[in-house]
């Protein structure tokens, strides 16, 4: 992509109604725009991330035999009647009528649709275990949206549903969820720490949350000290049952078997929640297969969020510095970003020729070429925080090398135009 055709509106003042790190950077980096209270438009940049991680989120729901679908976002207000949960939901529901005077809402989450087209379709045990998963749009309005996308009113969510026979088959698809988690965080680059959980509205009995530890999370997560020596690798659900690693609503002071240094608070993004609650839905919506033996029976479900445009801002706020956002290799926007930092024609025509070099070798690659000073374009792609940045320069000119500069570590090295290309194939 060439930056001069491009659809990159950064700024170059901090907006003040940003309080966190994320929220201004991606205002300052052109990925998002506020639309209104809690309610965004994806700009190109943002987009592009928002996708990879759509697509990584979704390669690994994929891989434990989950079929993606995509539910309405409208849903009729009598599907939540029929669950019980249409007056429990409060205000956060947005409802709508539609021109029949029908009551209808804005979906903020989809347990209700997703088993009313299961129980359309499935009738025998045969026919189970199921999951279904979506990435798609939710409106819930939130009291207090804020930090930008951090905390949406509208905001995108990748929602996995189980079905399965028996209570022993649910824990088995809640393990393998649980476990899709943990390869989808590392995958994305981040540390997301596994927490046991209150279900809350979603009701149930088994739950867990994945936070990413940050100072600007909203909340509170509580563990043993000796959580902090787990490495990622042994997270499993049977190790971390015997650890005290819980989130703020499951943490009560008289009962904590944990006290003194050995009780460690700090604050947590959270980027995932899954929960277990049995025939919850199966029975208040009916929804009943034949089983081995013949008779009917209630199949056990669960349910999975992971917060995706969550994730972006959640990303940001663990990967940056003081000039702005540093991607990880996997979802950043482009992979390369490469400069013409002196704008003349010997350097313009080398520059294109390596752009060119780069596109056909499938590198995704951004090209500044606009006819702006050097430090602006430094300034902007430290900025938009693109894993590599590739310089022509006056060395370029008299030593045929340009410059190759990390923008995790800051780590420079000088390459001919020959050896930069198969860096990074
Ligand atoms: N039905 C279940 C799971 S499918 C559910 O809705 N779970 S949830 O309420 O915990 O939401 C799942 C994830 O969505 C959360 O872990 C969080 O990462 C994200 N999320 C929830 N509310 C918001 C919001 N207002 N803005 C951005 N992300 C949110």
Not at 237 to 260: F, Q, W
Not at 336 to 357: C, F, H, M, P, R
């Amino acid at each position: 992509m060439r930056l001069s055709q491009y659809f990159l509106p950064t700024l170059k003042e901090t907006p003040s109604e940003a309080q966190i790190a994320s929220h201004r950077l991606m205002l300052r980096a052109g990925m998002i725009n506020q639309t209104t209270s809690g309610i965004y438009t994806w700009l190109p940049l943002g987009e592009l991330v928002l996708k990879r991680i759509d697509q990584i989120v979704a390669e690994e729901q994929d891989r434990i035999g989950c079929f993606r679908i995509t539910m309405p976002t409208i849903q009729p207000a009598h599907l939540w009647q029929e669950s019980g949960r249409y007056d429990d939901y409060g205000k956060e529901m947005l409802r709508i009528k539609d021109r029949h005077d029908r009551e209808m809402l804005y979906g903020p989450t989809h347990e209700e649709v997703v088993t009313d087209v299961v129980r359309q379709y499935v009738s025998s045990y045969r026919q189970l275990p199921l999951c279904l998963y979506q990435i798609h749009w939710k409106f819930r309005d939130e009291i207090r949206p804020r930090f930008g996308v951090m905390r949406g009113r509208e905001f995108y969510m990748k929602d996995a549903y189980s079905f399965d026979v028996d209570a022993a088959s649910a824990r088995v698809s809640y393990e393998k969820m649980y476990n899709a988690y943990l390869r989808t965080f590392a995958r994305l680059g981040i540390k997301a720490v596994p927490m046991r959980a209150d279900s809350g509205a979603i009701g149930g009995d088994l739950s867990h949350e994945f936070h990413v530890v940050a100072d600007t999370g909203e909340s509170a997560v509580y563990y043993d000290k000796t959580f902090e020596s787990i490495t990622e690798a042994d997270y499993s659900m049977e190790k971390l049952s015997k650890l005290y690693a819980v989130s703020d609503e499951k943490h009560d002071p008289d009962t904590c078997p944990i006290s003194g240094d050995q009780l460690i608070s700090r604050r947590g993004i959270e980027v995932g929640h899954i929960f277990y609650f049995g025939t919850k839905y199966s029975k208040s919506m009916n929804l009943k297969v034949t089983g081995e033996d013949g008779k009917p029976i209630y199949p056990e479900m669960g349910s999975y969020g992971i917060g995706v445009s969550r994730l972006v801002a959640a990303i940001i706020e663990s990967s940056h510095d003081e000039h702005g956002i540093i991607w990880p290799e996997q979802v950043a926007p482009f992979r390369v970003g490469l400069i013409d930092a002196k704008n003349n024609s010997e350097t313009q025509a080398i520059s294109t020729q390596l752009y060119e070099k780069f596109k056909n070798a499938g590198v995704s690659v951004l090209y500044d070429d606009r006819d702006e000073r050097a430090g602006i374009k430094f300034s902007d792609i430290d900025l938009i925080g693109l894993p590599w940045q590739v310089i022509i320069g006056g060395k370029t000119l008299t030593n045929g090398t340009v410059e190759v500069k990390n923008r995790s570590t800051g780590a420079r090295e000088d390459l001919s135009l020959d050896e930069v290309l198969t860096k990074f194939l």
